[in-house]
């Protein structure tokens, strides 16, 4: 009983503040109206009110993140509620970006295990096994409101983890240190407030400070940047897509060596005396294309190079048998017509009927035929598994995993049969068929979840561990060809009833 007045005072607590929060002046007239040194008080201000919300926050993640450990399987939180990893589920709740549900879950994680350091500390018990201890007075100092999530991760990221030579309490000294630094002050003879370093200077902090102890794990840091190089897509809600490099310094230094030649005469690089690389020079001053423009044709173009798999076995051994490849799809009544628009598998925006036509001059067409519910046409139970023409067409109806809030484009999926081959008996029809990524295909599978059709809709069926009333859940197509299709449709419908 205490426990529910406890909760239910704590949930009205966030209604309260959630109201007072949205009651806040936010428009333009009122700021305008405001002296400068209250309009430049107010940022301060609200830093602080957020570093006094973000370890609520953060020990939520972390919460999240513990109850759905890696040992309980399936049976973990995220995985129960449909989601892959408690991240994922962050931010599903939070609505953030993954890197900000991340930093959230781990920082939630390192409050936590300060608690329990302190109580074993206090109690005189042995400290149990923690995965980073060193952090301690970062996880106390932002549990206080001292220190922000975003200077937290920097201390983390500054200082790594320990080694053979540089043991864990060393670290511990060393962002103990660091807390302080970020900690406001008074200076001792004036008496004035000293501002805290920010996150990017108590990074740089941080880094020197691993530095000066460890002089000798400079090597050792090294083969980690480089462990950490990474290749990272993101799709934007404006329909481009932003590709994240994360490179090491020597890997670095031929990106930068790339880079450098393709836009070094638009920034005013060294000036070359032989006459081919002078007219080159001078071709690229006077093109209209901006350096990030260069860039990218330039890049992409070596890139394009570099995957031409024809008789080239060093290609086909990075990128294996299956040769990148654009596909487009579009309705044969745009293409006959060249009215509408096309869209490219994979990405959200439409494309024009000039690219389309262009995309095809150079690979063909492969036609798919769909009936009026929006169903490819199947081609029976004479096999078990999908066909390439059949995933085809599962990648044109779907456009990618149908789990809901899976972003998972075709590529990556899996081809299921809503009803089991074997069990069910079921056919290897498309209407049968539907794409589910890898992950989501296993949770489906593992955790009893189903998925049923009506006509051309599916529903996704949760298992009462994860809803007791087992409420089903639509599952939209992904597909803006689909929909181009339906489009048209209902306006040859309109144009019949129209002309009677």
């Not at 462990?227 to 490099?245: C, I, N």
């Not at 901006?290 to 990128?319: C, H, N, Y």
């Not at 036509?357 to 096999?383: H, K, M, N």
Request: aromatic residues 4%; hydrophobic residues 35%; proline residues 6%.
């Amino acid at each position: 009983m205490w426990e529910n007045w406890v909760m239910s005072q704590f949930t009205d607590s966030l209604s309260d503040m959630a109201a007072a929060a949205a009651a806040l002046p936010r428009d333009s007239v009122t700021l305008a109206a405001l002296p400068e040194e209250e309009l430049l008080a107010i940022p301060a201000l609200f830093a602080d009110i957020t570093r006094q919300l973000e370890p609520s926050i953060a020990a939520t993640a972390g919460e999240i993140a513990r109850r759905s450990a890696y040992d309980l399987g399936y049976q973990g939180l995220a995985q129960k509620t449909g989601f892959r990893t408690p991240e994922k589920l962050v931010q599903h709740l939070t609505g953030s970006t993954n890197r900000e549900a991340t930093t959230l879950v781990r920082t939630g994680v390192i409050i936590h295990e300060a608690e329990v350091l302190t109580e074993a500390e206090r109690s005189g018990e042995v400290s149990p096994e923690l995965t980073r201890p060193w952090l301690a007075p970062v996880g106390r100092a932002v549990a206080a409101g001292i220190l922000s999530i975003e200077a937290a991760e920097a201390i983390r990221l500054g200082l790594g983890a320990p080694t053979d030579d540089i043991t864990a309490d060393t670290l511990a000294g060393a962002a103990a240190q660091l807390v302080e630094a970020a900690a406001p002050s008074t200076d001792p003879v004036t008496g004035s407030v000293v501002a805290p370093v920010n996150a990017d200077q108590l990074l740089d902090r941080a880094r020197a400070l691993r530095d000066e102890l460890d002089e000798a794990g400079i090597a050792d840091r090294e083969r980690a940047r480089y462990r950490a190089r990474s290749f990272k897509r993101f799709r934007r809600p404006d329909g481009m897509t932003a590709y994240s490099l994360l490179a090491d310094p020597e890997n670095a230094a031929t990106l930068d060596g790339i880079y450098d030649s393709l836009t070094s005469p638009r920034r005013g690089g060294p000036r070359m005396v032989d006459e081919t690389a002078t007219a080159r020079d001078a071709a690229i001053e006077s093109d209209p294309r901006s350096i990030e423009q260069l860039a990218f044709d330039g890049v992409l173009a070596i890139l394009r190079i570099g995957a031409d798999t024809d008789g080239k076995t060093a290609a086909r051994t990075v990128l294996g048998a299956r040769r990148p490849a654009v596909r487009v799809l579009v309705t044969g009544t745009a293409l006959a017509t060249r009215t509408g628009h096309g869209r490219i598998e994979g990405q959200s925006g439409p494309v024009s009927i000039d690219t389309v036509e262009r995309i095809v001059c150079e690979t063909g067409t492969i036609p798919v035929a769909f009936d009026d519910s929006g169903q490819c046409i199947d081609l029976g139970r004479e096999q078990r598994l999908y066909s390439t023409r059949q995933r085809i067409g599962l990648a044109a109806r779907d456009g990618g995993c149908r789990w809901p809030d899976c972003d998972r484009p075709p590529s990556w999926c899996e081809a299921h049969h809503i009803n089991q081959w074997a069990r069910d008996h079921g056919n290897t029809d498309l209407a049968d068929g539907i794409l589910l990524c890898r992950h989501h295909h296993m949770l489906l599978h593992n955790n009893h979840w189903r998925i049923t059709r009506t006509s051309g809709s599916y529903q996704l069926v949760p298992p009462t561990s994860a809803d007791p009333t087992r409420t089903p859940r639509p599952m939209p197509h992904k597909s803006g060809a689909l929909d181009d299709l339906h489009q048209q449709q209902r306006e040859r419908e309109r144009e019949h009833r129209a002309t009677g």
